[in-house]
């Protein structure tokens, strides 16, 4: 079964750093690739996805993600972070030969200090 | 409506007793999907509609939980004889085509006790 991980469970960072949020993902064949968020007490929205074409992908508040596909990956990326970060993070696979459905990370908690 | 509308937003259960969950999607939304999320923990995936019937139900933990979508719109999640272990966050998220070409849309959840 296809699985997906993100190795950090735990950030902290301050304000103005750059944050990078690893995923990886267990499966050879074609993805599509979601970064979801969930801010404290609200529900989860989508804050970049990658279906084809450039690897590079812009999201949402700052956000981007790279999807290497050599590596299984699909990192999250800020240049410098705000307070207003501070969120649970999540990568999520689809695989439409496995089912329409995403399936999700163990998620990463970042908090921003001000 | 605008969003994607579960009730209750939490439910305080005696184990043992049944418990129903609604989620409302967005209207003209095709797909519908439940997933649980312990605490610490990603969404893990239960069941999946694509109008009225169940087309993904491999996530079901066992046959205490049922879902329903009986006319492809409203989905009740049910839970019978419910135990401890059953206490998480319960998500509902709607896509307008299957797959979620655009993305899941999801609700705020509801938190399920089972005490």
């Known amino acids: 079964a296809q699985s997906v991980s993100q190795h950090n469970h735990h950030v902290i960072l301050s304000e103005a750093a750059s944050l990078e949020l690893g995923c990886n993902y267990s499966y050879g064949g074609t993805v599509n690739l979601f970064w979801y968020v969930q801010y404290p007490g609200q529900h989860l929205q989508l804050l970049l996805k990658y279906f084809s074409g450039d690897p590079l992908v812009k999201g949402i508040k700052g956000f981007e993600a790279e999807f290497i596909k050599s590596k299984f990956s699909f990192n999250l990326r800020k240049p410098s972070v705000q307070w207003s970060d501070t969120a649970e993070y999540f990568c999520a696979v689809l695989i439409k030969a496995a089912g329409n459905k995403l399936t999700f990370g163990g998620g990463t908690r970042v908090l921003v200090k001000p | 409506g605008a969003g994607v509308s579960q009730t209750p937003s939490n439910k305080v259960t005696e184990k043992g007793k049944y418990v129903e969950l609604r989620c409302d999607p967005i209207?003209?939304?095709?797909?519908l999907y439940w997933y649980r999320q312990s605490l610490g923990q990603g969404p893990e995936f239960l069941i999946y509609?694509?109008?009225?019937?169940?087309?993904?139900d491999s996530g079901l933990p066992n046959d205490r939980f049922f879902a329903v979508r009986p006319e492809g719109s409203v989905s009740t999640l049910k839970i019978q004889r419910t135990e401890r272990g059953d206490s998480a966050v319960y998500l509902c998220?709607?896509?307008?085509?299957?797959?979620?070409?655009?993305?899941?849309?999801f609700g705020s959840g509801t938190r399920l006790t089972v005490v």
């Open positions: 209207s003209g939304h095709t797909a």
């Open positions: 998220a709607s896509s307008l085509l299957a797959g979620g070409g655009g993305g899941y849309t």
């Open positions: 509609f694509q109008g009225t019937g169940a087309a993904d």
